[in-house]
């Protein structure tokens, strides 16, 4: 299944509470696009958030965080790690 990196830009002061809790609200209902979100990373200074997925689609992905009420600015597929 494709991974995707997507990234959140407007979160600034986002605490570790905070983040763990949208990154659970996610999980709770992935599996209605079936989405696997795997992890989330934050700046707080900056407000960029990164999580990591697999997912069909970027969509799909969107669709989850627009749904949680935090949604992506972007999302990128990953094709190429090392």
């Known amino acids: ?18 983040l763990a809790a949208a990154h659970q609200a996610d999980v709770e209902i992935q599996g209605d696009e079936g989405v696997d979100f795997q992890h989330a990373w934050a700046d707080p200074r900056t407000g960029h958030v990164f999580c990591l997925s ?14 949680t ?10 094709t190429v790690t090392a």
């Not at 299944?1 to 407007?10: E, G, K």
């Not at 697999?54 to 989850?64: G, K, M, N, T, Y």
């Not at 009420?69 to 990953?78: L, R």
Request: aromatic residues 2%; hydrophobic residues 40%.
């Open 1 to 18: 299944m494709p991974q995707f990196m997507d990234v959140h830009t407007h979160m600034v002061g986002v605490t570790a509470e905070e």
């Open 54 to 67: 697999e997912a069909p689609s970027a969509d799909a992905v969107r669709r989850i965080h627009e749904r």
């Open 69 to 78: 009420g935090h949604p992506a600015d972007e999302v990128h597929e990953i």
